[in-house]
Protein backbone atom coordinates (compact mmCIF):
# COMPACT_ATOMS: atom_id res chain seq x y z
CA UNK A 1 0.00 0.00 0.00
CA UNK A 2 1.04 3.34 -1.12
CA UNK A 3 2.34 5.38 1.77
CA UNK A 4 -0.41 7.54 2.76
CA UNK A 5 -2.17 8.98 6.34
CA UNK A 6 -5.90 9.36 7.21
CA UNK A 7 -7.06 12.86 8.93
CA UNK A 8 -9.80 12.62 11.36
CA UNK A 9 -11.98 15.94 11.84
CA UNK A 10 -12.71 16.59 15.12
CA UNK A 11 -12.24 20.10 15.83
CA UNK A 12 -15.73 21.25 15.34
CA UNK A 13 -17.60 23.08 17.52
CA UNK A 14 -20.78 20.69 17.26
CA UNK A 15 -22.83 23.60 17.43
CA UNK A 16 -26.24 22.09 16.30
CA UNK A 17 -25.96 19.43 19.38
CA UNK A 18 -25.80 21.89 22.38
CA UNK A 19 -25.03 21.41 24.63
CA UNK A 20 -23.77 17.81 24.21
CA UNK A 21 -20.66 17.03 22.03
CA UNK A 22 -22.18 14.74 19.40
CA UNK A 23 -18.87 13.27 19.35
CA UNK A 24 -18.55 12.20 22.99
CA UNK A 25 -22.13 10.35 22.27
CA UNK A 26 -22.23 6.83 22.63
CA UNK A 27 -21.80 4.12 20.31
CA UNK A 28 -21.32 0.61 21.34
CA UNK A 29 -20.44 1.71 24.48
CA UNK A 30 -17.83 4.12 23.69
CA UNK A 31 -18.03 8.24 22.49
CA UNK A 32 -18.39 8.03 18.88
CA UNK A 33 -14.72 10.08 18.66
CA UNK A 34 -13.25 6.86 20.48
CA UNK A 35 -14.82 4.25 18.32
CA UNK A 36 -14.05 6.00 14.94
CA UNK A 37 -10.48 6.86 16.26
CA UNK A 38 -10.08 3.19 17.27
CA UNK A 39 -11.22 1.96 13.31
CA UNK A 40 -8.62 4.63 11.45
CA UNK A 41 -6.55 3.05 13.23
CA UNK A 42 -6.76 -0.62 13.36
CA UNK A 43 -6.42 0.00 9.31
CA UNK A 44 -2.19 0.06 9.90
CA UNK A 45 -2.27 3.70 8.38
CA UNK A 46 -0.70 6.59 10.48
CA UNK A 47 -3.63 8.51 12.01
CA UNK A 48 -3.68 12.37 12.69
CA UNK A 49 -6.87 13.65 14.77
CA UNK A 50 -7.65 17.13 14.75
CA UNK A 51 -8.60 18.68 17.77
CA UNK A 52 -9.99 22.12 19.11
CA UNK A 53 -7.27 21.90 21.60
CA UNK A 54 -4.96 19.01 23.38
CA UNK A 55 -6.49 19.64 26.46
CA UNK A 56 -10.20 19.52 25.25
CA UNK A 57 -12.10 16.55 26.93
CA UNK A 58 -12.26 14.41 23.20
CA UNK A 59 -8.20 14.39 23.62
CA UNK A 60 -8.92 11.96 26.16
CA UNK A 61 -10.36 8.89 23.34
CA UNK A 62 -8.14 9.48 20.76
CA UNK A 63 -6.02 6.66 21.10
CA UNK A 64 -2.90 6.08 19.42
CA UNK A 65 -3.78 8.62 16.89
CA UNK A 66 -1.65 11.95 16.92
CA UNK A 67 -3.65 15.25 17.68
CA UNK A 68 -3.15 18.20 15.94
CA UNK A 69 -4.44 21.16 17.59
CA UNK A 70 -6.50 23.59 15.49
CA UNK A 71 -5.83 27.29 17.04
CA UNK A 72 -8.36 28.68 14.78
CA UNK A 73 -11.07 25.73 14.64
CA UNK A 74 -14.00 28.45 15.12
CA UNK A 75 -13.38 28.80 11.19
CA UNK A 76 -14.79 26.19 10.72
CA UNK A 77 -14.04 22.75 8.61
CA UNK A 78 -11.37 24.28 6.85
CA UNK A 79 -9.48 24.73 9.38
CA UNK A 80 -8.90 21.46 10.50
CA UNK A 81 -8.17 20.04 7.43
CA UNK A 82 -5.41 22.59 6.94
CA UNK A 83 -4.25 21.62 10.23
CA UNK A 84 -4.16 18.03 9.58
CA UNK A 85 -2.40 18.84 6.23
CA UNK A 86 0.09 20.98 7.77
CA UNK A 87 1.03 18.40 10.51
CA UNK A 88 1.93 15.24 7.94
CA UNK A 89 5.32 13.73 7.17
CA UNK A 90 6.70 14.53 3.45
CA UNK A 91 6.79 11.33 2.50
CA UNK A 92 3.14 10.67 2.67
CA UNK A 93 1.42 10.90 -0.97
CA UNK A 94 -2.76 10.91 -0.20
CA UNK A 95 -4.53 11.73 2.77
CA UNK A 96 -8.20 9.98 3.41
CA UNK A 97 -9.88 12.51 4.99
CA UNK A 98 -12.76 12.04 7.20
CA UNK A 99 -15.14 13.62 9.41
CA UNK A 100 -15.51 11.76 12.97
CA UNK A 101 -19.58 12.15 12.94
CA UNK A 102 -19.95 9.22 11.12
CA UNK A 103 -21.24 5.94 13.29
CA UNK A 104 -21.41 3.66 10.66
CA UNK A 105 -17.80 3.74 8.74
CA UNK A 106 -16.08 0.65 9.44
CA UNK A 107 -12.04 -0.07 8.97
CA UNK A 108 -12.58 -1.94 5.83
CA UNK A 109 -14.15 0.87 4.29
CA UNK A 110 -11.04 2.69 5.13
CA UNK A 111 -9.16 -0.04 4.00
CA UNK A 112 -11.32 -0.37 0.65
CA UNK A 113 -10.14 3.35 -0.31
CA UNK A 114 -6.66 3.25 -0.08
CA UNK A 115 -6.50 0.30 -1.72
CA UNK A 116 -8.22 2.15 -4.93
CA UNK A 117 -5.61 4.81 -4.35
CA UNK A 118 -3.68 5.16 -7.81
CA UNK A 119 -0.58 7.16 -6.77
CA UNK A 120 0.47 10.74 -7.16
CA UNK A 121 -1.39 11.22 -10.44
CA UNK A 122 -4.74 9.24 -9.71
CA UNK A 123 -7.41 11.07 -9.28
CA UNK A 124 -9.04 12.32 -5.85
CA UNK A 125 -11.32 9.18 -4.21
CA UNK A 126 -14.63 10.21 -2.84
CA UNK A 127 -16.74 7.40 -1.18
CA UNK A 128 -20.63 6.94 -2.26
CA UNK A 129 -23.20 5.69 -0.64
CA UNK A 130 -24.86 1.97 -2.36
CA UNK A 131 -26.99 4.74 -4.40
CA UNK A 132 -24.46 6.94 -5.46
CA UNK A 133 -25.00 9.68 -3.02
CA UNK A 134 -21.24 11.25 -2.42
CA UNK A 135 -20.33 10.94 0.94
CA UNK A 136 -16.86 10.63 3.05
CA UNK A 137 -13.78 9.97 3.32
CA UNK A 138 -12.41 11.63 0.55
CA UNK A 139 -8.54 10.60 -0.52
CA UNK A 140 -6.64 13.50 -1.72
CA UNK A 141 -3.74 12.77 -3.66
CA UNK A 142 -0.24 14.79 -2.62
CA UNK A 143 -0.72 17.38 -5.54
CA UNK A 144 -3.68 18.68 -3.94
CA UNK A 145 -2.34 19.81 -0.67
CA UNK A 146 -1.27 23.10 -1.73
CA UNK A 147 -5.57 23.58 -2.43
CA UNK A 148 -6.32 22.20 0.83
CA UNK A 149 -3.37 23.86 2.47
CA UNK A 150 -5.12 27.35 1.11
CA UNK A 151 -8.97 26.05 2.42
CA UNK A 152 -11.20 28.67 3.88
CA UNK A 153 -14.41 29.05 5.68
CA UNK A 154 -16.82 26.08 6.94
CA UNK A 155 -17.57 24.36 3.25
CA UNK A 156 -14.53 21.92 3.51
CA UNK A 157 -13.12 20.95 0.43
CA UNK A 158 -16.14 21.30 -1.63
CA UNK A 159 -14.30 24.10 -4.03
CA UNK A 160 -10.99 21.68 -4.78
CA UNK A 161 -13.51 18.64 -5.24
CA UNK A 162 -15.87 20.80 -7.66
CA UNK A 163 -12.55 21.60 -10.19
CA UNK A 164 -10.45 17.86 -9.79
CA UNK A 165 -11.35 14.93 -11.40
CA UNK A 166 -13.06 12.54 -8.34
CA UNK A 167 -13.79 9.03 -8.67
CA UNK A 168 -16.64 7.90 -6.53
CA UNK A 169 -16.16 4.62 -4.45
CA UNK A 170 -18.74 2.77 -3.46
CA UNK A 171 -19.72 1.49 0.32
CA UNK A 172 -22.27 -0.55 1.34
CA UNK A 173 -25.35 0.71 2.83
CA UNK A 174 -25.19 4.43 3.69
CA UNK A 175 -21.80 4.13 5.68
CA UNK A 176 -20.69 7.56 3.02
CA UNK A 177 -23.29 9.10 4.08
CA UNK A 178 -24.63 8.56 7.54
CA UNK A 179 -23.40 11.88 9.82
CA UNK A 180 -25.01 12.74 12.49
CA UNK A 181 -25.08 16.42 13.61
CA UNK A 182 -28.25 16.73 15.36
CA UNK A 183 -30.13 15.58 18.56
CA UNK A 184 -32.42 14.54 16.00
CA UNK A 185 -30.45 12.69 13.52
CA UNK A 186 -28.95 10.79 16.63
CA UNK A 187 -32.51 9.84 17.61
CA UNK A 188 -33.45 8.75 14.37
CA UNK A 189 -30.63 6.90 13.39
CA UNK A 190 -30.39 4.93 17.27
CA UNK A 191 -33.85 4.28 16.36
CA UNK A 192 -33.03 2.02 13.02
CA UNK A 193 -29.74 0.79 14.32
CA UNK A 194 -29.89 -2.40 16.59
Known sequence: MRPLAIIL???GASRRMAPRDKLLEHVDGEPLISLITRRATRTGLPCYITLPSRSHPRANWIGDATAVQVPDAAEGMAASIRAGIAALPDHIEAAMILPTDMPEI???DLIHMA??????DGPILRACAKDGTPGHPVLFPRRYFDDLAALKGDTGARAVLARA???MITLPGQRATTDLDTPEAWEIWR???P
Do not use: D, I, W, Y
Not at 115 to 120: D, E, K, L, R, Y
Open 115 to 120: AHHQGS
Open 191 to 193: ART
Open 106 to 108: ESQ
Open 9 to 11: LAA
Open 165 to 167: PVE
